[in-house]
């Protein structure tokens, strides 16, 4: 897609655009970000062959509102998708075009899609949190697999051709060795994990059918907050663990559980490949840019390949905030696998994906600055 200052995607005409459409849409607030967009996308006096137009489902949420950013400071275009059930609006760029609504309404999928010349598709939009998927299985099938069902046959039916998916290592369940490669057998200890790996299939069948091109990127444990400060984890109430234990840093808490000191790892508790957030959306541009050269449908884990357990983020949190927690051992939490490490060959040779932020500290202390600042 080309576009110039005078085309159908310029920005007298987008602004128009937000104003034209029906109430769904709302400009955000996001000053800094809104020029750092236009300067970008539209002001450096012509046309950007490599332009894309990329709809967000989930835009306003804590991974794809990075998405959002990176997509502006990349010059391309985002139009975001969201129910804002665990969204927030002011995680939303000033300017960005806003769809409210959920990803399985197919008049509002096509609305967008007319509106927009939807290069490619970023679909973040999910419940994510595993232990509630044990104790409400059906919000994980009907939020996860059967709207993203419904959100592919829109997109099908939009003539959408690229789709970049966002699954997860609860695919993978317990394993017998880590680093775990993308072929390792897929054996879901929860619902979150199932629902993703249905939703995985259902969109490799409809691709085969259809000539869709996609990745899909099976995340470790995002964490962290962009570095320069413009969006970070907002969720309430926050479930995961540097989330939780940057809250206890900065007394939004006054405790925090340690759950499982029984696991079969050198210090009893789970061990996880914490990715930041950055990193992971570097993944998802090059997943982009990978589908815009024409590149094979695939499937990556995006992990470092190596783990830190839960002791050794609390400890790392603890030292970064110069305070004691509050901690207490607790039970085995239910869905929990022991250990997820990635092994991330295919991400770094097949994509070119090189992380920038490989270290625990760099995402405790992105995520606490986060925290003081949105606290
Ligand atoms: N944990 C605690 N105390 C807390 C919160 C978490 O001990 O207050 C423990 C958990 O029991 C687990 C580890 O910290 O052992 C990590 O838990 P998170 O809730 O931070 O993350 P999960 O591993 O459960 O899940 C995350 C994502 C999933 C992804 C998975 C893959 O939410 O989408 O990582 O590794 F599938």
């Given at each position: 897609m080309i576009s110039n200052e005078?085309?159908?995607?310029?920005p007298a005409f987008f602004c128009l655009k937000i104003l034209l459409m029906r109430g769904r849409v709302f400009d955000g607030n996001h000053n800094a970000c809104h020029e750092s967009w236009q300067n970008m996308a539209?002001?450096?006096?012509?046309?950007?062959?490599?332009?894309m137009t990329v709809l967000v489902t989930?835009?306003?949420g804590y991974i794809g509102s990075h998405m959002v950013l990176a997509l502006l400071d990349a010059g391309h275009q985002p139009v975001i998708l969201d129910d804002?059930?665990?969204?927030?609006?002011?995680l939303v760029p000033n300017g960005v075009p806003v769809f409210r609504g959920n990803v399985a309404d197919p008049a509002l999928v096509a609305e967008i899609c007319n509106s927009y010349d939807i290069d490619a598709v970023a679909h973040f939009a999910a419940s994510i949190v595993v232990p509630e998927s044990v104790t409400d299985p059906l919000k994980y099938y009907l939020n996860n697999t059967a709207s993203t069902t419904r959100f592919i046959a829109a997109c099908v039916q939009a003539g959408i051709k690229r789709f970049v998916f966002s699954s997860t290592?609860?695919?993978?369940?317990?394993?017998?060795?880590?680093?775990?490669?993308?072929d390792a057998s897929t054996q879901p200890e929860n619902p979150y994990g199932t629902s993703k790996l249905m939703s995985e299939t259902i969109l490799c069948d409809c691709a085969r059918a259809t000539g869709i091109s996609y990745v899909i990127l099976r995340y470790f444990n995002v964490a962290g907050a962009d570095p320069k400060g413009r969006a970070g984890q907002l969720s309430e109430p926050a479930t995961h663990l540097i989330k939780v234990a940057v809250e206890a840093a900065v007394g939004k808490r006054a405790s925090m559980q340690?759950?499982?000191?029984?696991?079969?790892t050198p210090d009893g508790t789970c061990i996880r490949d914490y990715i930041h957030v950055s990193d992971l959306i570097g993944a998802h541009m090059a997943a982009l840019a990978h589908l815009q050269a024409g590149g094979e449908s695939m499937l990556a884990n995006c992990g470092y390949g190596h783990g830190a357990s839960v002791r050794d983020v609390l400890d790392v949190v603890a030292a970064q905030a110069g305070k004691k927690l509050a901690i207490s051992d607790a039970p085995r939490r239910a869905g929990d696998a022991a250990i997820l490490v990635a092994d991330s060959t295919k991400l770094r040779t097949a994509l070119g994906w090189t992380p920038q932020y490989d270290d625990l500290q760099k995402i405790v202390s992105d995520a606490l600055a986060w925290e003081r600042a949105n606290s």
């Open positions: 005078s085309g159908a995607n310029g539209w002001n450096k006096g012509g046309c950007m062959s490599d332009h989930g835009g306003a804002f059930s665990t969204g927030h609006e002011t290592a609860a695919v993978y369940g317990n394993q017998d060795s880590n680093p775990i490669a993308e340690v759950y499982g000191t029984d696991y079969p």
